[in-house]
């Protein structure tokens, strides 16, 4: 079965701070990997996507992620966030066999001023 | 606006009732997903339907069904709701995995 895990539940920085939000994923095969963020009260949007070729992609907002596949990870990074990337942060899994993502529990992300 | 739309925005019912979520998916797009968010359990897949049949099931509780329509529009219902059901009821949709999924601004429903 496929699972995702976001260690960080909570994460704290100041404006113009690094990020970097973890995601392992466990499953074998060939997958599909998803970064989702969610503003507060809003629905959740796709930052970025990854399904082959170049392990480090790069999406909106200044957001990139590289995908390491001997490590099953899939780690969201941004060199300088701002006030406004205060938002919750969903890591998801798509395996080519199945027919649904799996989300892990989110990563809060509070950028303070 | 993403496309998906869902109604109502908000509900609130009294334990024991049945309600029925709506959810209209982008133009264009076949498969239509259920997810409930609640705090303690994340986001949770519930069920999928594609063309109007179900593909695929989650940790969807048996109170709880859904279908597709010819139009493509999709209802979630639940029913005798227990206070444990108050989440935020997301729908999704896509044309194919390619694409990742398009979410809604979610239902948030309330069980008093």
């Known amino acids: 079965a496929q699972s995702v895990s976001q260690h960080n539940h909570h994460v704290i920085l100041s404006e113009a701070a690094s990020l970097e939000l973890g995601c392992n994923y466990s499953y074998g095969g060939t997958v599909n990997l998803f970064w989702y963020v969610q503003y507060p009260g809003q629905h959740l949007q796709l930052l970025l996507k990854?399904?082959?070729?170049?392990?480090l992609v790069k999406g909106i907002k200044g957001f990139e992620a590289e995908f390491i596949k001997s490590k099953f990870s899939f780690n969201l990074r941004k060199p300088s966030v701002q006030w406004s990337d205060t938002a919750e942060y969903f890591c998801a899994v798509n395996a080519l066999v199945a027919n649904n993502l799996f989300f892990g529990t989110g990563t809060r992300l509070t950028v303070i001023p | 606006d993403s496309g998906v739309t869902q109604t109502p925005k908000h509900l609130i019912t009294a334990t024991g009732q049945r309600v029925t979520l709506r959810c209209s998916p982008r133009s264009g797009d076949l498969s239509v997903y259920w997810y409930q968010q609640s705090l303690d359990q994340g986001l949770q897949f519930l069920i999928q339907y594609y063309n109007g049949e179900e593909r695929a099931k989650g940790n969807i509780l048996e109170r709880f069904s859904a279908q597709q329509f010819p139009d493509l529009h999709s209802e979630l219902n639940l029913s005798s709701l227990e206070l444990g059901d108050s989440a935020l009821y997301f729908c999704?949709?896509?044309?194919?995995?390619?694409?990742?999924?398009?979410f809604g601004s979610g239902t948030r429903l309330t069980v008093v």
């Open positions: 990854y399904f082959s070729g170049d392990p």
């Open positions: 999704a949709s896509s044309s194919d995995r390619a694409g990742g999924y398009t």
